[in-house]
């Protein structure tokens, strides 16, 4: 896999997550010691009243090319998603998010794990 800028991996979930209108993709989460893999938020929003986030894995490939895998999303809870750690063993990527209750009224936290490659 290659090094993947973090600027390039917003850029890449900007254009491919879903928009409401009032929306943002932040930064990316690194693991440590990595480069090729990261974990990006984004936030859709209406400005009145829906919103949701979704958590993406993200890598690139040997030929350049921009992967993604949807790891979580908040569409029918409205939670904030933050993300806690990530932990890359080979090619398993291990991503631990959890929220703080706004809606539901109670800190929640999950985990979930995928492969990247081809």
Known sequence: ?????????RNYIS???PMLGCDFTYAPS???GRQDVCVVSHAAEDGTSYGFDTLYLVW???DGKIQHREIANSRT??????????KVEGDKVTVEY????????S???SSRTALIGD
């Open 60 to 62: 690139k490939m040997q």
């Open 15 to 17: 254009k491919i997550a």
């Open 98 to 105: 959890g929220g703080s209750g706004v809606y539901s009224g």
């Open 77 to 86: 809870t409205k939670e904030y998603i933050g993300i806690r750690s990530i």
């Open 30 to 32: 690194f693991p440590e």
């Open 107 to 109: 800190p929640w936290s």
């Open 1 to 9: 896999m290659s090094i993947i800028a973090p600027e390039e991996a």
